[in-house]
């Protein structure tokens, strides 16, 4: 049942509503990308900007992600503020240098007489299927490298906040969306992602996450669309007399590490899901975060749920074996080998 | 049109101001570093890449360009940042990594960045493309003056991002010139090993743009041609190419022995150095007197001079600085 005040919007239109505000307060705001102008985004984030603002400040590039990413990084240098899209973060390979090394890397070369302004928007997940090269995450492979902020809305609310936000910031903020979340239906939609928002702007602080659901015996840390299974694992704990709590971390870079582990010290286990790849990655991140600083609050061995170290495979059958999912959450506290809650 | 004489004479000062700065560089270079060579040593350490020779490429177009005209350069950017005017004492400390440098020792000699000349400059080959077509667009974008000139190496066009950057300057018809300053080498291969056209000006044809290209490293003629395609550029007709002919008198970077060269082809070099060549074109033309000449190379050497000894009588930036400005303020 819809109440009557709220204003359930998806991420996708989120996305766009922020731009929009922020270019109409901020003539510097642009937005350049491939099929993001007529098409409105291939996810619908650019929807409706082309007729508001033009081809001038609405950009489609020609197929071109070294250029226009590379430009968009002296548009920045230049006072300009880019949302530049990178349609599927698996291309990254074709035009990394333009990321890391200048986007990434400008601001400190020029011991900060520089600014770097910009937002790289780019879709992340899928598990529709699509194949090895069109739906990795590469949370980890972005939030490795210093130099770049790097954000993953859950929900419509805080995709809203984190670009405006994003938008506003000095420094370049990769903005990773997550296909399973954008309210595309023909991409099966999570509908735990479409969520009321404000219609006027505000921000969500890049660098803080947020405990959405309170527990006691085990603490649930993810981003994105782990954070959906697990609160959906949640649940199914809440059946077997656990209470977990969940950890969106909305922002990778800066991490919030004093909310993990304010989160861990009050539950003593952790369960850290994550779409990425396992290894060298943020699951690691996130549990070294806890163990680094004071081992002593872990009753039990934390646990990963992520993907596995291999190339995402199509076949259907495999596809879903490799991806987090709620029961393998629970699997993992059960593994835990956890004393039973009082 | 040919360069007045007052811009003759800044044309010769800044070539003789860039040689006399790498010349100092070379020596210094070397301070620490023997008898055995390790890269790590000595007052200026890493790789150190010269512009000798290819002086009259800088000068020939930055002679065009203002302060708020945008320059993106290469891992060979001396002679470019002395003439687009960057500070000269701070990129002297940026390169010895003192806390006075550009960027207080964060960048080095591969990454200096001067905000208020709007240069810039990478060590990755084409690199500087993408950020120079992008502040091209910002220009066009904002309504506010100003042209990007991005100078790269010959064997900087057969990356992808260099025709990315052509094409999307193309299509956008932006304030950009693209200068390839020909060296002939990439590090130990021949240009001729490794582009399929003997000159790259046709390449302008695959982005229906004018290209142009200059032979002899006569810094007249690189004058002439860059002023054609930078007004091109301010009159909003879009960007162009142009190819210089020029020498690398230097290695590749200090401590290339290279062998990979003809023989005697340096000697030739040498006997063609841009330098003593302009000195005597001026004499000839009656453009500057002995006396005039004799006073610009006197400033030019005090002016290295002076920068040398601001780097090296700077500090050192604290150690635990490294771990600031990564992000904006």
Known sequence: ???????????????????????????????????????????GNTRGLLDEFGAERIRDTPISETAFIGAAVGAAQDGMRPLVELMFVDFFGVCFDAIYNLMAKNIYFSGGNLKVPMVLMTSTGGGYSDGGQHWQCLYGTFAHLPGMKVVAPSNAYDAKGLMTAAMRDDSPVVYMYHKGLQGMGWLGTEAGATVHVPEESYTVEIGKAKVVREGRDVSIVSVGMGVHNALKAAKKLEEKGISAEVVDLVSLVPLDRE????????????????????????????????????????????????????????????????????????????EMGALQPA | MAPTRDEQHWMYRNMVTSRRFEETIAKIYFEGKSPAFNMANGPIPGEMHLSDGQEPVAVG?????????????????????????????????????KATGLSGGRGGHMHLFDADVNFACSGIIAQGMGPAVGAALSRKMQGKPGVAVAFVGEGAVNQGGWHEAMNLAAV??????????????????????????????????????????????????????????????????????????TYRLAGHFMGDAEGYRPEGEKDGLFEKDPIPAMRARLLKDGAASEEELAAIETESEARVEKAIQFARNSVDPAPEDALTRVFAA
């Open chain 1, 1 to 43: 049942m819809t109440k009557s005040n709220e204003r359930k919007l998806t991420i996708a239109r989120a996305m766009a509503e922020a731009t929009a505000q922020e270019m109409r307060i901020d003539p510097s705001v642009f937005v350049m990308g491939e099929d993001i102008a007529a098409l409105g985004g291939v996810y």
């Open chain 1, 259 to 334: 909310t993990i582990r304010a989160s861990v010290a009050k539950t003593g286990r952790l369960i850290v899901v994550d779409e990425d790849y396992q290894s060298y990655g943020l699951s690691g991140e996130v549990i070294a975060s806890v163990t680094e600083h004071d081992i002593s609050v872990l009753k039990a061995a934390p646990k990963r749920v992520a993907f596995p170290d291999v190339p995402i495979p199509y076949a259907r059958v495999m596809e879903q074996f490799c991806l987090p999912n709620p029961d393998k959450i629970v699997a993992a506290w059960d």
């Open chain 2, 61 to 97: 177009v930055c002679a065009h360009l203002t302060p708020e005209d945008v320059v993106t350069a290469t891992h060979r950017p001396h002679h470019r940042a002395i003439a687009k005017g960057v500070d000269l004492d701070k990129m002297a400390a940026e390169i010895f990594g």
């Open chain 2, 172 to 245: 956008w018809n932006l304030p950009f010139v693209c200068v390839i300053e020909d060296n002939a080498w990439g590090i130990s291969v021949a240009k001729s090993a490794a582009t399929a056209v003997p000159t790259n000006d046709v390449r302008a044809a695959a982005y229906g743009i004018p290209g142009e290209r200059v032979e002899g490293n006569d810094p007249f003629a690189i004058y002439e041609a860059a002023g054609r395609a930078i007004a091109r550029a301010r009159a909003g007709e879009g960007p162009s190419l142009i190819e210089v002919e």
